[in-house]
């Protein structure tokens, strides 16, 4: 069985991705970028939710919490 979480990525120069991790039954690990963008990491986490649901009905993949 898969697991899918969503992931929020900053790199080094600030800026911020937002994608899945993809963990298999072998322990293997995969990542999706979804968007690279500017995230304030103060937004409020109701608001990185909503951001990250939208981009998932965008691109129409599932929600694990």
Do not use: C, W
Request: charged share 35%; hydrophobic share 35%.
């Amino acid at each position: 069985m898969k697991e899918l979480k969503s992931t929020r990525l900053q790199f080094k120069n600030g800026k911020y991705a937002i994608g899945m991790t993809e963990v298999n039954n072998d322990g293997e690990i995969g990542l999706e970028i979804l968007e690279r963008e500017d995230i304030n990491p103060l937004d409020s986490l109701e608001r990185r939710l909503e951001h990250i649901t939208e981009k998932l009905e965008k691109n129409r993949l599932p929600l694990v919490a």
